[in-house]
């Protein structure tokens, strides 16, 4: 018999999914008008998804929407709703963690709702498969995305240097982040985050390499020298003041407003297209997008299309019929797609996308301008991440790079301990 309060405990360790893998899939469908949305982001995020919410009621005058929005505290959250039996009927997920979170049974297939409750006639080609795991669609993607680097064009132009484009470097990039930092000239200010700490960015880093993060396999898709190189290039940067502190880095809970960019530590940062209009919000100063620093400007560039974010259904929900209709409404209806604009990503939903795009400030279509951009420059999409993923994300590849950063192992180090609990964590 599992003890409910140790299977919680032992998810909150192991970074959330890890808890759920013996949770039981719940059959009963009740009548109620009432249905629990779970999310996080930005207040502009905040606003936009009750604006649709409200928009859902007015259409649905029986239902009501209750939303509750998650921070850094997001994910043990879910962990504690999902656990204790108490999980809000959609919940967000995003692409590192919605494999994990799926082969745990904690969303409801959506195959049965497809074509019916969700239209998809209308949907960009090969939008579901970004929802599909082990051949079922597991949750709906909200939108698209992909990696980018966002930087303060004051600060460059005050600098009197190029800011990164898309035939920039790593090794170029890392001299630039050098002159920036000293033309700057701030105390606890610098040209970066420490970016050592995000799985994307070396997912990106790999591709270029032409490996994964994860191979089909579901195991690492990269061996002690990547992880070496990957750990060694930001602790360079950091020791040559490239990058922010150790103290500035672990303070960074990969959220928009925990970011040295967003705080006022830096002048650039690694992250997702769609989060140039929050990135933006919290500054003054114009930010460019550009892509990625590259290992050669004639090789891969590591990019690729992903889902911005996902929709899932609890497999506890009690009226998933509901819940199917509110998210057809969320990716296909015009007017939520009018409220929504591109702040998760670009539509997936073509003809919202067509409408939305001529309505978008300046901000908003910098974004999309940047999807059409790389058009010729993605690779495939990645196999689905295995189940363990979260927790190799949250109780070794951060902690790992937290480490690195503070001077208590080496790069070496570092990578022999990744790889090993690599092999440890994952499941397949």
């Known amino acids: 018999m599992i003890n409910r309060r140790e299977l919680l405990r ?54 009501k929407i209750n939303g509750e929005v998650g921070g850094n505290d997001y994910w043990s959250k879910l962990t504690t709703m999902l656990v204790g039996g108490n999980a809000p009927d959609i919940f967000q997920l995003e692409p590192g963690r919605f494999a994990d979170y799926a082969r745990r049974n904690t969303t409801l297939p959506l195959n049965d709702f497809l074509g019916k409750s969700i239209r998809t006639d209308k949907l960009a080609p090969g939008v579901l498969e970004l929802g599909t795991v082990d051949g079922k669609v597991a949750g709906m993607p909200l939108s698209l995305n992909a990696f980018a680097l966002f930087y303060d064009t004051e600060a460059f ?7 990164p484009g898309a035939a920039t470097t790593w090794d170029e990039f890392a001299k630039l982040c050098v002159e920036l930092t000293k033309a700057i000239d701030r ?13 994307y960015a070396f997912d990106a880093f790999l591709n270029q390499r032409g490996k994964r993060l994860y191979g089909e396999d579901g195991k690492i ?55 140039l209009l929050g990135y933006q919000s919290a500054m003054k100063n114009p930010l460019g997008i550009t892509t990625l620093p590259v290992t050669d400007p004639s090789g891969p560039s590591g990019l690729f299309y992903r889902p911005g974010l996902h929709f899932g259904i609890a497999s506890t929900c009690e009226n998933p019929e509901l819940a199917a209709r509110f998210i057809d409404f969320f990716v296909n209806d015009m007017a939520a797609g009018k409220v929504l604009g591109v702040e998760r990503g670009v539509p997936v939903n073509t003809d919202v996308k067509g409408a939305v795009v001529p309505l978008i400030d300046d901000v908003s279509k910098r974004t999309v301008d940047y999807i059409s951009s790389i058009a010729g420059r993605v690779g495939a999409y990645p196999p689905p991440v295995p189940v363990g993923a979260s927790e190799f994300d949250t109780r070794a590849f951060r902690p790992l790079a937290d480490k690195v950063a503070f001077g208590q192992v080496t790069p070496a180090e570092a990578a022999d301990q990744l790889v090993g609990e690599g092999g440890r964590i994952l499941k397949g």
Do not use: H
């Not at 040209?191 to 799985?199: E, F, L, P, Q």
């Not at 020791?239 to 809970?253: H, T």
């Open 221 to 275: 898709g990269f061996d002690v020298n990547d992880a070496k190189d990957w750990y060694g290039y930001w602790e360079s940067l950091a020791k040559n003041g490239g990058c922010v502190s150790a103290e500035v880095q672990s303070m960074d809970q990969i959220q928009v407003d925990s970011n040295p960019l967003a705080t006022g530590k830096a002048a650039m940062a690694i992250a997702f297209s769609n989060q």
């Open 10 to 63: 032992n998810g909150l360790l192991l970074g959330g999914a890890a808890a759920f893998s013996q949770l039981p899939l719940r059959t009963a469908f009740a009548d109620s008008a009432t249905m629990r949305l779970y999310w996080w982001g930005t207040p502009a995020r905040a606003e936009r998804t009750l604006g649709v919410a409200r928009l859902f009621e007015a259409a649905n005058p029986d239902v």
């Open 187 to 199: 105390k606890n200010v610098w040209a970066v985050g420490n970016a050592s700490r995000y799985t």
């Open 157 to 163: 132009k005050q600098a009197g240097l190029n800011p």
